[in-house]
């Protein structure tokens, strides 16, 4: 098990940036594809962005892509992930999540392909 702690959120206007930040503990973090997830007040959890194991492989979804860059520094043991022209709409939790499952360029964006989070950090845009 990986021990996960997500950090950088906080409250932005509308078309601003954030970087956020996820520390990871405990294992081998180059061995875990990370991703990370969302979820709003009344929604499910939904995909993000996600940075394979190895081949350094990205996937995003289509509501951020352009707009949002994930990164991981294996060195710092650390996934980011760059929010720019943040929306109101991007306002939610974000989480972050490791697997050890898939091949060396898997990218999950399903939430039950993931067995490790982070308890989550708030991101909140304001209009």
């Known amino acids: 098990q990986v021990q996960l702690v997500e950090s950088g959120g906080g409250l932005v206007q509308a078309g601003g940036s954030l970087r956020l930040s996820c520390a990871a503990s405990g294992r081998t973090f180059s061995n875990y594809a990370m991703g990370w997830f969302r979820q709003a007040p009344g929604k499910e959890r939904e995909f993000v962005a996600a940075?394979?194991?190895?081949?350094?492989?990205?996937d995003y979804a289509d509501s951020v892509k352009g707009r949002f860059t994930i990164s991981r520094d294996n060195a710092k043991n650390t996934v980011y992930l760059q929010m720019s022209s943040l929306k109101p709409e991007d306002t939610a939790v974000y989480r972050c999540?490791?697997?050890?499952?898939?091949?060396?360029?898997?990218?999950?964006?399903?939430?039950?392909?993931?067995?490790?989070w982070g308890q989550g950090t708030q991101v909140t845009v304001s209009s």
């Open positions: 940075f394979s194991r190895g081949g350094r492989r990205t």
């Open positions: 999540a490791a697997a050890l499952s898939g091949g060396r360029t898997w990218t999950g964006t399903s939430p039950d392909e993931y067995a490790d």
